[in-house]
């Protein structure tokens, strides 16, 4: 049984698909006018690994994540660096689809873009005038609020609760008027020397809100099952995708559930405006890539699933250093999550290079400890993506490996070459639901090498002269100057290890 919490609902439900076999997945996307930061990487990384484990189940999941190409914020960016709208989306659209390709999450199965759904977009805002819910004025529509009772609902917030709040806000300058403080913009009449596209009230732009709502329907339907976003956007943009979609399709449609993941926390979320060396630290690490360059991608997504993506995760900066505006930065989760990574790797790769040896054991019993693990591993997915347990039971399973690997597995022969056949199967489909321990071990082991001597200043031409000297040495027998050669690499942080397949190295930490 697969349990999510809804927001909706405020608790843990069994996830019920509309119709059997088949989930509607959709994800808010990014706003590109900006390069994305950990708090964004976070929400595609959680709903990357929901949609893996689900499609693991056997469930068909069509996956659709939108990209937001027409929004304010754009406008003001463009405006501010002189540059073209279409070019400056195009510019963050290819920069975010490499970002997503370094955190390893697959492509949605439908990526729509709002300059693509002009037409899906008006039509609905129509809809929801013919319907009473909106109205006109002056080249704007709106979405009338007290029109539609059951806003505030996902949020959990009382209409006349919302309305109270809604009299400080500083209204937003616009052509039309609003009739009520709470109503929101549906469509916004352009500006002069704005981007505009034609609608029967005026030249203008869809607001943020409608555009969600009408790609989520012409790709999923009307009612689709599942829902996704960050915390942040529950109030007010997914509580206005709502009203606008029951709005314009009545009670039951839109999405079932609605799943929420938490704050990325940057040093203990306790940055204020007094504070100017945390706020500085927080601008040089607030670009994802930043800390893919420094960590790897594969890390950045490993660190983020260390937690239950519903629960708040801490992310610590520190600078090495007095200055704050110069001195180099440490990310001591990301420096943890690169390490697992690389005991991943290297088990991954001692566990291939054992099993490439010899004849597969066929059919018969295998070591109890492995038996169980991934049933473990895909509970703890099943328990609403918990994957701080799924990581735990990965773990264990890479230990039993290394146990078995080091001789320390009292079994015979046949069952510990067994267990090592099952383990790599088990391991392969775990890496695949989280998206982690997928790569090639040797290439990834050789680009963390690259990105450690990097950061570490050292010249590993230089290091592969020393081993290359010393594998010399040995062959002719002068252990003494290969032992000298050794000592030295160990000087240099450098740990070498003699395999089968020749001697590899690697900085030690
Ligand atoms: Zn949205």
Known sequence: MIRVHDTLQRKKVELEPRRPGQLGFYVCGPTVYNFIHLGNARAFVAFDVAVRHLRARGLQVTYVRNVTDIDDKIIKRAHELGEDFAALTRRFTAAFHEDMKSLCCLAPDFEPRVSEHLGEIVRLIERLIERGVAYSSAG??????????????????????????????????????KRAPLDFALWKAAKPGEPSWPSPWGPGRPGWHIECSAMAEKYLGDAFDLHGGGIDLAFPHHENERAQSLGAHGAGSFARYWLHNGFVNFNGGKISKSDESQKILFD?????????????????????????????????????????????????????????????????ERLAGALSIGKAAGEGPVAKEAESWLATFQEALDDDFNTAEALAAQGEALALCNRILDGKLDAPKDVRRRTLEKLQRDLTQAAGELGLL???????????????????KIDAA????????????????????????????????????????????????
């Open 284 to 348: 040089r690490a607030f670009r994802l890539r930043v800390l893919v360059e420094r960590h790897g991608g594969e890390a950045v997504r490993a660190f983020l699933l260390t937690t239950q993506y519903r629960n708040p995760i801490g992310f610590e900066v520190i600078a090495d250093g007095d200055d704050v505006r110069t001195a180099p930065l440490r990310f001591p989760g990301l420096e943890e999550a690169e390490r697992r990574l690389e005991y991943g790797y290297l088990t991954l």
């Open 438 to 456: 997928e790569a090639e071990p040797e290439s990834w082991l050789s680009a963390h090498r690259a990105r450690q001597c990097a950061a570490r």
């Open 462 to 509: 230089w290091v592969d002269a020393q081993i290359a000297e010393r594998t010399q040495a040995r062959g002719q027998k002068d252990f003494a100057r290969a032992d000298a050669l050794r000592d030295q690499l160990k000087h240099a942080h450098i740990e070498i290890m003699d395999t089968p397949r020749g001697t590899t190295w690697r900085v030690a930490d």
């Open 140 to 177: 704007d529509v709106y979405f009338s609020v007290g029109d539609f009772p059951a806003y505030g609902e996902l949020s959990h917030q009382p209409l006349d609760q919302l309305e109270a709040g809604a009299r400080v806000e500083v209204p937003e300058e616009r052509a039309g008027q």
